[in-house]
């Protein structure tokens, strides 16, 4: 017999437990007969969900469509389980959806047989109604999941997902790369900023010592000058009242005519001949000398305002080749040296603004 059933059917025809023979084939031809009238029985029962008469045809089309879920179901889900499956989700999908495609065959074919008779169960009639369209949908959703589930698409989800890592690993590179970049950027003009907070802070020390250094010089000076001002007060104070009134001078004389020396008539102190003829030729003006006095002071301020500002007036000096003409030139001399300081004064001012003196 299977010398028979070898002579008439490909020799490529195999089956899970080897190559098709004649059993194999007395089966199929069996389960296709009783499953032509489990669709018969099947395609009745839907048929009859419809209310109306079928003029369009439409209602059979769709009994036609939904054989596919129930009996056509169990025969393809068998075939996948068999020769197609290769995951174990997916032999669990496959068996399952077989197992729930012969019960909605069963509830379809007896809720069908019975109906003719009008002996059909509450229970059963319920169960066909409900489930049956429950079952249907359930193969649309386990086709779709078991593609879900295949091997090709798991492996392809994790390609993408490896690229994905890859891509997202490549930009929090570039991200950290970036953020690093401006973080040395970022120190650097820090840096930068606190070598020009230093220099300009050893500028001002070294300017602040320079000032310093100036104001105790002028101090001293002052003080020294003052007190040579006051020395010398003392003396000409002591000198004049100590000398005794000249004479005049005659017209036609050409120079004073002093004695060889001159002493004081209380304390016979002595009294050089130059110094007497000095003092006989100054012209004393209290008014002109207090003026003078105040005129110095205002000129020693100038001087002191310009050295803290850090301009340097020691090259103008008072011309005192008139000094010994009385307190009149002597005045007009500190007038003219405070004119002259207070032009220098202002002219460097101004070229320092246009940046052609440097401080001094």
Known sequence: MNDFWNKILPGSVKTDHGKFNGADLLIVVLDLILLA???????????????????????????????????????????VWMFGSTTKWQDVVSLLMFIVSIIGMILTSMTDTLSGEGTVPESLKFSAYYGVPFIILLNVA????????????????????????????????????????????????????????????????????????MRLGIDRAMSDDETVKRRGAQVQQQITSNVAPQPALALNSTAPALPPQVTAQSTGTYVPPEVAQAIAQYKFDD??????????????????????EGYDLDDIVI??????????????AAQDLFRRLQDAYTQRK????????PKA
């Not at 079928?54 to 179901?73: N, P, R, S």
């Not at 000129?299 to 803290?308: F, S, V």
């Open 350 to 357: 101004q070229a320092r603004r246009i940046g052609h003196v």
């Open 319 to 332: 011309d005192n080749s008139h000094d010994k003409e009385g307190d009149a030139a002597r005045l007009a």
């Open 142 to 213: 386990a086709g779709i999941t078991y593609h879900m589930i295949s091997p090709q698409v798991s492996l392809g989800r994790k390609e993408r997902r490896m690229r994905a890592d890859i891509t997202e690993t490549q930009r929090l590179g570039e991200i950290a790369q970036k953020d690093t970049a401006m973080k040395l950027e970022l120190a650097e003009a820090q840096a930068k900023q606190n070598d020009e907070l230093i220099a300009r802070q050893q500028r001002l020390a070294e300017q602040k010592i320079m000032l310093d250094a």
């Open 37 to 79: 009238y489990t669709c018969y029985r099947s395609f009745r029962f839907l048929l009859a969900t419809f209310a109306g008469n079928d003029t369009t045809g439409e209602y059979t089309v769709a009994a036609i469509i939904a054989l596919v879920g129930l009996d056509v179901a169990a025969v393809a889900w068998s075939l």
């Open 287 to 308: 008014n002109a000398h207090a003026q003078c006095e105040q005129l110095f002071a205002n000129i020693g301020q100038m001087r002191m305002d310009a050295k803290r």
